[in-house]
Each structure stands twice: as structure tokens, then as C-alpha cells.
């Protein structure tokens, strides 16, 4: 089956597949960053916002592939932290572990929680009930948690952790580089956390050191699900949150020497994701 009518065959049959108030154009083509281009409107952002997927070169007749969504840390592509698509891309990563790479867009700064009173910044809720549906109706996206992984850095990271923590039933891995993990409500506040959550209240409910103690018996004795990498701006924070982590016998994977400058571009991609890969293997043998 060729590529072009596989998309139109998923494209036809994602026509009544949607979410009630999520309306989606596309996908167009960018031949030159090797991506489909969609655009998605839905009721937890404001306005239609770009959603990019990178799929591997070869895609099999019915075959399902896992799918990375990676967040991105200023909510665009190519911007100040760098285009976290390209990074996958430049390691071939999409190829090497057989997988499609997704990312979208925000109209409003990402820490992927929910505001307290505003109705157009709810991004947990735009990952999980607008953008994983509209991925899993157009392309060959298994809609398995253990196949669904999640990564970030700084905010993103943050994001990925919280995300992956609040819903185990969702998600199977997520993957976090030079973030500030160890944030608490006294943090309220700083590099954007008011406009986000709007209240020092709604931010509590998305610490991560918090979540992890309320849902340690879920994870203690488990396979791994947690990647905790990196330090640049965020490594005592990094480091903080690994301790944590530890005390509660939750296992992840740690590695703080994965440095370098705080961006999507200074190296790190290729290697979070290896380790993901291989997270996702190894439980996935008998």
C-alpha cells in the first residue's frame, strides 16, 4: 500500500471519528522538514493550532507503530529552544525504533496542566481528548498505552512527568531532560506558572514530587516507566526530584550526565529516546 493511499483511506475514515468540538484541517505536506502539517481547533486552546507528525519512511500494511509526542517547552517549532520534530529526525530515531513523532502547537505558554478558571487553557485535557483521538483516527497510531510516550525538557519536561503521573492508564513512558521537577505551590509564580494554572490551588494538584508519593504503589515493584535525564539550567532540581523518586522505591531511569545548552538542539534527543525505545522493549518481552 502506498503511503499517499494509506493517508487517504485513514483520512476518510477519521471524517466521523473526531472529538465533539475538535475540528481538524489537513494533513498538508511539508516536503522540505519531512512532516504532515495538520491544524487543530478544539475547546481546551484558543484559535486552530499546528500539529506536526513525523512518520518513518517505511510504513507497513496493518501494522500499528508507537508513538512519541514530544511537548514542546515555548508551545511552537523552531522557535527559541529549537524544533523538537527535526531533533527526532536528525537522529533518525523515527527509523531506528519504527516510530511516528508528534508535536503541537499552543496559542498560550505550555505547562500542560489546566487554568483554574480560564476554559481555553487546558492542554492536559487538548493532548488526551483532542490530539492522541485525531492522531490515532488518520494515521497507524496504536492506541495502546505502553505505546504512547511522552518527552520533554523545562517546562515540557515537567509536563511529561505530570502527565504520565496523573494518568497511568493513558500513557506508558515519559522521558523529562533539565526540568525543574522538584517545583512546588511555592513556586506559584515564576517563569509563567500564574498564567497557566491562574491559582496557587490548581498548580498543587500538578507537583510532581506530590504525584508521585500519591501513586507509588501503583509504580513500586513495576517496570520502569520514568526517564529522569540532564542538567543545564534545572540540575539540582533534577537531582531533587530523583531522590524523591528513590525514597519511594519507584524505579526510573536517572542520568544527570546528559548536559548542555537548555534546547531541544544541544545533543540529548537522539540518546532520551534510545532509552526510551528500549524501556518499551523490554517490557514488551515475554
Not at 70 to 97: C, I, M, S, T
Request: glycine share 10%; net charge neutral.
Amino acid at each position: 500500500m502506498t503511503r499517499a493511499l494509506a493517508f487517504l483511506l485513514l483520512a476518510a475514515a477519521a471524517l466521523a471519528a473526531d472529538p465533539e468540538g475538535v475540528t481538524v484541517t489537513g494533513p498538508e505536506r511539508d516536503a522540505a522538514k519531512g512532516v504532515d502539517v495538520l491544524q487543530v481547533a478544539s475547546p481546551y486552546t484558543g484559535g486552530s493550532n499546528k500539529v506536526e507528525i513525523l512518520l518513518p519512511d517505511k510504513l507497513e500494511p496493518g501494522k500499528t507503530y508507537p508513538v512519541l509526542y514530544l511537548l514542546p517547552v515555548g508551545g511552537d517549532f523552531g522557535g527559541k529552544y529549537g524544533d523538537q520534530v527535526q531533533e527526532v529526525r536528525k537522529a533518525n530515531a523515527h527509523n531506528r525504533h519504527g516510530l511516528i513523532a508528534v508535536s503541537m502547537a499552543f496559542d498560550a505558554m505550555p505547562w500542560y496542566g489546566a487554568h483554574a478558571t480560564d476554559q481555553r487553557i487546558r492542554h492536559e485535557d487538548y493532548i488526551i481528548k483532542a490530539i492522541l483521538p485525531v492522531i490515532e483516527a488518520r494515521y497507524p497510531a496504536s492506541p495502546l498505552a505502553k505505546d504512547r510516550m511522552l518527552i520533554g525538557f523545562s517546562k515540557s519536561g515537567f509536563g511529561a512527568v505530570n502527565l504520565l503521573l496523573r494518568n497511568l492508564s493513558v500513557f506508558g513512558l515519559a522521558c523529562s531532560w533539565d526540568a525543574p521537577l522538584a517545583f512546588g505551590v511555592n513556586d506559584f509564580g515564576q517563569v509563567g506558572t500564574r498564567p497557566h494554572f491562574g491559582t496557587a490551588e490548581q498548580m498543587a494538584t500538578y507537583i510532581p514530587g506530590e504525584l508521585a508519593a500519591q501513586h507509588a504503589a501503583e509504580l513500586t515493584g513495576k517496570p520502569t516507566r520514568l526517564v529522569i535525564l540532564g542538567k543545564s539550567v534545572w540540575g539540582k532540581s533534577v537531582e531533587k526530584f530523583h531522590r524523591r523518586l528513590e525514597e519511594l522505591a519507584i524505579p526510573h531511569r536517572y542520568d544527570d550526565t546528559l548536559t548542555g545548552e537548555h534546547s531541544w538542539s544541544s545533543g540529548w534527543v537522539g540518546k532520551a529516546v534510545d532509552m526510551l525505545a528500549e524501556l518499551r522493549k523490554a517490557e514488551a518481552k515475554p
